[in-house]
């Protein structure tokens, strides 16, 4: 199923810009960032539950706002894209 991250840590002070770098990485490490704090993540269930899992472990829920948008297994035609930034090739491998 692909799930669309969107992210806004507050970054006034040094942890907060910490939790902000360790909710990328956490993202990175499950889907393509699409805009700086939105991602797209191509996952099976067991994925998504420790997606959710580390995000929610790594927020401020009074400082920060997190989430998630599910286009489910028929992705493809509920995405249209426009502008500078490449559209993403999910399920291609990143590096050819």
Avoid at 29 to 41: A, D, I, K
Avoid at 63 to 86: A, M, Q, V
């Amino acid at each position: 199923m692909l799930v669309v991250v969107s992210y806004d840590v507050s970054t006034v002070d040094r942890r907060g810009r910490r939790r902000l770098r360790r909710v990328a990485k956490v993202c990175t490490s499950h889907g393509q960032r699409v805009q700086n704090s939105v991602f797209q993540c191509l996952v099976d269930s067991d994925q998504w539950v420790r997606l959710r899992a580390q995000l929610l472990e790594i927020i401020e829920p009074d400082e920060d706002s997190l989430r998630f948008y599910f286009l489910g297994n028929n992705w493809k035609r509920r995405i249209e894209h426009h502008g500078t930034k490449p559209e993403v090739e999910l399920g291609e491998p990143l590096i050819t």
